[in-house]
């Protein structure tokens, strides 16, 4: 499966954004899905993920105010980000993995995922 990401920019504070991760080759419905963040130095860091069945998991430090989602017809995944803060700047990423059963604690760590996008680039000020 191929992905990429969109939706990246400039925010200030308290504003929100839309990411969208477009997948090709494949469909999502097959993988578990997330978004990841990672600045430069420091490790990937998953910050939201979803099942094949729809179930979600989030980070502590985004609960609340960011939400994923998936369109299967459009085979397209989603990251909604409001409330945005300056420790949300990251470089973002979606990743899939084929262990589709997996749970939150698992999912949230980058080397469960066999597929990455690019990223897209998230800067809040």
């Known amino acids: 499966v191929q992905l990429v990401e969109s939706g990246g920019g400039s925010v200030q504070a308290g504003g929100s954004l839309r990411l969208s991760c477009a997948a090709s080759?494949?469909?999502?419905?097959?993988?578990?899905v997330a978004w990841f963040r990672q600045i430069p130095g420091k490790e990937r860091e998953g910050v939201a993920g979803?099942?094949?069945?729809?179930?979600?998991g989030y980070a502590d430090s985004v609960k609340g105010r960011f939400t994923i989602s998936k369109d299967n017809t459009k085979n397209i995944l989603y990251l909604q980000m409001n409330n945005m803060k300056p420790e949300d700047t990251a470089m973002y990423y979606c990743?899939?993995?084929?262990?589709?059963?997996?749970?939150?604690?698992?999912?949230?760590?980058?080397?469960?995922?066999?597929?990455w996008g690019q990223g897209t680039q998230v800067t809040v000020s």
């Open positions: 979803i099942s094949r069945a729809g179930s979600t």
């Open positions: 080759g494949d469909t999502v419905s097959r993988y578990y």
């Open positions: 990743g899939a993995a084929r262990r589709w059963w997996m749970g939150w604690v698992e999912a949230r760590l980058a080397n469960a995922y066999s597929y």
